[in-house]
DNA sequence: TCTGGGGTCCTAGGACCC
DNA sequence: TCTGGGGTCCTAGGACCC
């Protein structure tokens, strides 16, 4: 690094995004354990999207039963999804990330996205990065500096709250090295187990595993990636291109499983209804349908099927029921998927869309 | 404690073709 | 009369992320 004027990687990530977007509009809440989920009625089947930092001092924490999550912490407010809230706030501050010298903007999602600049001193863009999005939304954010995505993102939790890290070549065995492979983005419960297996513990056996191995137990793609995030290498480049939707999905768990058929196909057709709205809006071309279904009591989860067709409503809602028929008759149904998958343009078919490979 | 809803990408294996 | 080898497409399923 004899070039002090470095091209860097930052990480910037909102602060309990969703939780600080409801305390924002209601400031009385600030400062009390807050949780939002579902329709904010914990006696429903439903999961935790956020919550604010009293909240996680109770042990709350994402994707928790709603359930469990007002039991440990009973004295919490509880508050349903707001969406379009979210996509607003979020919407002002990519608008902010974009508008920093030099910034080229990779969004991740509604609370975070890659920023690729080039600079001297990356503390300090980073500092005036979290100033302007205070400036203009009153949400803190905390920002990772890596000298590629895998270790801008892996720095970002050194930061919180509303701090920076910086993790490059030079630190990045020391401060990852003894840490847990699940901890690296990418890697969950399941791969962590496999590689486990393997006698691959820490993120410093993943740097220093034999590629045959991995390769031999995960495919030619994923065992020598999985090495590279041990490595935290891989491609420093932050691709603003803008996002091409490959489908839409909408999926629904019932409150009480159903297992009468007619049932089952009217909650099939309500979310081919909505999926066909959304894939409407975006104009292309629907060229496959699936299933997914969810019998009680838990975790069987199957894609059912995919077939190519040609969008065409009567079509493709002709092609989703069939499918239902395909569903276990009697087999008490907790969850229904519905998912269309569009034609991608033309020249967002090679090399133009990120893709999680692009790392 | 008993697990949402929105997505993306990869791999294995069968069908089919030459 | 027992059966190669390579390539591509498709489906099903698994895993991950926010």
């Known amino acids: 690094m004899s070039d002090p004027h470095h091209p860097w990687v930052l990480h910037v990530d909102l602060d309990q995004?969703?939780?600080?977007?409801?305390?924002?509009?209601?400031?009385?809440?600030?400062?009390?354990?807050?949780?939002?989920?579902?329709?904010?009625?914990?006696?429903?089947?439903?999961?935790?999207?956020?919550?604010?930092?009293?909240?996680?001092?109770?042990?709350?924490?994402?994707?928790?039963?709603l359930r469990v999550a007002a039991r440990k912490a009973p004295d919490a407010v509880i508050l349903p999804v707001d969406a379009p809230a979210y996509t607003e706030a979020s919407e002002q501050v990519m608008a902010t990330l974009r508008a920093q010298p030099g910034a080229v903007v990779q969004v991740l999602g509604w609370d975070e996205a890659f920023v690729g600049v080039t600079t001297d001193d990356p503390e300090a863009y980073a500092a005036a990065i979290q100033r302007a999005v205070l400036d203009r939304t009153a949400l803190h954010c905390s920002v990772g500096i890596g000298d590629s995505l895998v270790r801008a993102k892996n720095a970002t939790d050194f930061g919180k709250p509303r701090g920076t890290f910086r993790l490059t070549a030079d630190n990045w065995l020391e401060v990852m090295g003894h840490r847990p492979t699940i901890e690296l983005w990418g890697v969950g419960s399941k791969i962590s187990k496999r590689l486990a297996a393997h006698g691959i513990v820490t993120v410093d056996d993943l740097a220093r595993a034999d590629e045959a191995v991995l390769a031999a137990?995960?495919?030619?793609?994923?065992?020598?990636?999985?090495?590279?995030?041990?490595?935290?290498?891989?491609?420093?480049?932050?691709?603003?291109?803008?996002?091409?939707?490959?489908?839409?999905?909408?999926?629904?768990?019932f409150q009480?499983?159903?297992?009468?058929?007619?049932?089952?196909?009217?909650?099939?057709?309500?979310?081919?209804?909505?999926?066909?709205?959304?894939?409407?809006?975006?104009?292309?071309?629907?060229?496959?349908?699936?299933?997914?279904?969810?019998?009680?009591?838990?975790?069987?989860?199957?894609?059912?099927?995919?077939?190519?067709?040609?969008?065409?409503?009567?079509?493709?809602?002709?092609?989703?029921?069939?499918?239902?028929?395909?569903?276990?008759?009697?087999?008490?149904?907790?969850?229904?998927?519905?998912?269309?998958?569009?034609?991608?343009?033309?020249?967002?078919?090679?090399g133009h869309t990120p893709t999680r490979s692009g790392w």
Do not use: C
């Not at 891989?234 to 939707?245: F, I, Q």
């Open 17 to 65: 995004f969703i939780a600080a977007v409801e305390i924002l509009r209601r400031p009385e809440l600030a400062g009390l354990p807050v949780i939002v989920g579902g329709r904010g009625d914990p006696t429903e089947r439903a999961v935790v999207s956020t919550a604010s930092y009293e909240a996680r001092a109770f042990g709350v924490g994402s994707g928790m039963p």
């Open 256 to 350: 009480q499983n159903i297992v009468e058929p007619a049932d089952i196909e009217q909650a099939a057709r309500e979310l081919a209804a909505q999926v066909l709205d959304d894939v409407v809006a975006e104009g292309r071309p629907v060229v496959g349908v699936g299933l997914k279904v969810r019998y009680a009591p838990f975790l069987t989860k199957t894609f059912v099927h995919k077939i190519p067709t040609t969008f065409d409503r009567d079509t493709v809602v002709a092609e989703i029921l069939r499918l239902v028929g395909r569903i276990e008759p009697g087999r008490p149904l907790r969850l229904l998927g519905v998912r269309a998958e569009m034609q991608m343009p033309d020249d967002a078919r090679e």
């Open 217 to 253: 137990e995960f495919g030619p793609k994923m065992g020598p990636w999985y090495r590279q995030l041990g490595r935290g290498d891989g491609s420093a480049v932050v691709d603003d291109t803008p996002w091409v939707a490959r489908g839409h999905g909408r999926e629904t768990t």
